[in-house]
């Protein structure tokens, strides 16, 4: 997920990259979804479970792919849907033992004060950039009209365009996320504009953390303690928020009043209780198995992915059921 990519560019880093058995190395987008891992590093909670946690940021999917193949990386931490995205199978390396944040507001679709509904946008121009989660929930709507995005005449852009690409009459709707979805809205009052699709609406846009299987066999407690200070950091979140965003801002480069308006408007961290109930146990398969489907079948759909990938065998629930409250 890069939706905060073209505002914050910024290489941070989580400790000194001493490797041991102990550490755990992570690449993860620009976003302050992930921010539980540098909170819980800033807090010492790994420190206190007897782990290193090295963090840095990568936008690039094919980067961070090449890098968990490579094995230079343990974890990283995308939406679903990416986690799906070409080149991906069954040999990949990575599977899914959490979850850390959905996004309530920070991805949608805007549109033109003239249309009503998703309906509405048939024929018409939409503007979206590809392999982004707006996408899926605009296939997702179509879906339910009985339509496709062949429906559409689809425009590709960079999402960072989205203000300048609003402001053309010719396009009807914008696929985006935040920043770019409210400012656009803003820039361009004559459009009349409004957010006709939103992930608050959703839960397909989720925030997974993917481990490496040979690792995750070998060192399972590792990923337990781990899964623990993340959740632990997210449990301070909801207690004192102020100071896990006085924590957070500084790893992103923004202030803190910038990372609570993200936060505030665009995400929704998952607790303990919550990523137990999405990823469920080996006996009883949570939420995000079937969430894992509907989002896969979008993603066959719209060329995003060539591999048809089981929930069962992208999802691995042992590490988390070890981790206590």
Same mark, same amino acid.
């Given at each position: &997920?890069?939706?905060?990519?073209?505002?914050?560019?910024?290489?941070?880093?989580?400790?000194?990259?001493?490797?041991?058995?102990?550490?755990?190395?992570?690449?993860?987008?620009?976003?302050?979804?992930?921010?539980?891992?540098?909170?819980?590093?800033?807090?010492?909670?790994?420190?206190?479970?007897?782990?290193?946690?090295?963090?840095?940021?990568?936008?690039?999917?094919?980067?961070?792919?090449?890098?968990?193949?490579?094995?230079?990386?343990?974890?990283?931490?995308?939406?679903?849907?990416?986690?799906?995205?070409?080149?991906?199978?069954?040999?990949?390396?990575?599977?899914?033992?959490?979850?850390?944040?959905?996004?309530?507001?920070?991805?949608?679709?805007?549109?033109?004060?003239?249309?009503?509904?998703?309906?509405?946008?048939?024929?018409?121009?939409?503007?979206?950039?590809?392999?982004?989660?707006?996408?899926?929930?605009?296939?997702?709507?179509?879906?339910?009209?009985?339509?496709?995005?062949?429906?559409?005449?689809?425009?590709?852009?960079?999402?960072?365009?989205?203000?300048?690409?609003?402001?053309?009459?010719?396009?009807?709707?914008?696929?985006?996320?935040?920043?770019?979805?409210?400012?656009?809205?803003?820039?361009?009052?004559?459009?009349?504009?409004?957010?006709?699709?939103?992930?608050?609406?959703?839960?397909?846009?989720?925030?997974?953390?993917?481990?490496?299987?040979?690792?995750?066999?070998?060192?399972?407690?590792?990923?337990? @303690?781990?899964?623990?200070?993340?959740?632990?950091?997210?449990?301070?979140?909801?207690?004192?928020?102020?100071?896990?965003?006085?924590?957070?801002?500084?790893?992103? @480069?923004?202030?803190?009043?910038?990372?609570?308006?993200?936060?505030?408007?665009?995400?929704?961290?998952?607790?303990?209780?919550?990523?137990?109930?999405?990823?469920?146990?080996?006996?009883?398969?949570?939420?995000?198995?079937?969430?894992?489907?509907?989002? &896969?079948?979008? @993603?066959?759909?719209?060329?995003?992915?060539?591999?048809?990938?089981?929930?069962?065998?992208?999802?691995?629930?042992?590490?988390?059921?070890?981790?206590?409250?």
């Amino acid at each position: &997920m890069s939706r905060i990519a073209a505002v914050v560019c910024l290489l941070g880093t989580v400790s000194a990259p001493v490797l041991a058995a102990d550490t755990i190395r992570v690449l993860s987008p620009t976003w302050p979804g992930f921010a539980p891992v540098f909170v819980a590093s800033d807090k010492g909670y790994f420190k206190e479970l007897g782990l290193t946690v090295d963090m840095k940021f990568e936008d690039d999917r094919a980067n961070v792919m090449a890098a968990m193949a490579r094995g230079d990386i343990d974890v990283d931490m995308r939406t679903v849907g990416e986690h799906q995205g070409r080149p991906r199978d069954e040999s990949t390396p990575g599977i899914i033992i959490g979850t850390i944040d959905k996004s309530v507001g920070g991805d949608g679709v805007i549109a033109d004060g003239s249309i009503g509904s998703v309906a509405d946008l048939r024929g018409k121009k939409i503007a979206v950039e590809p392999n982004i989660p707006a996408r899926l929930l605009l296939q997702l709507a179509l879906k339910k009209q009985g339509m496709t995005l062949d429906d559409l005449s689809i425009l590709e852009i960079a999402t960072a365009d989205t203000a300048a690409v609003f402001a053309d009459t010719s396009v009807a709707a914008v696929g985006t996320y935040q920043p770019f979805l409210s400012q656009a809205i803003t820039i361009s009052p004559a459009r009349k504009g409004k957010v006709l699709l939103s992930s608050v609406d959703s839960e397909i846009i989720i925030d997974v953390i993917t481990a490496r299987q040979d690792d995750l066999k070998k060192n399972p407690k590792k990923y337990q @303690n781990f899964l623990t200070g993340i959740y632990k950091a997210v449990e301070l979140f909801k207690t004192n928020p102020a100071e896990f965003i006085k924590l957070a801002a500084p790893h992103y @480069n923004l202030s803190e009043d910038e990372v609570k308006e993200i936060i505030d408007t665009s995400l929704a961290y998952t607790t303990l209780a919550e990523a137990k109930d999405l990823i469920g146990t080996d006996g009883k398969p949570g939420r995000l198995y079937g969430i894992f489907d509907t989002v &896969m079948q979008l @993603n066959l759909e719209n060329g995003a992915a060539d591999t048809k990938l089981t929930a069962a065998s992208q999802i691995d629930a042992s590490a988390l059921s070890q981790v206590s409250p």
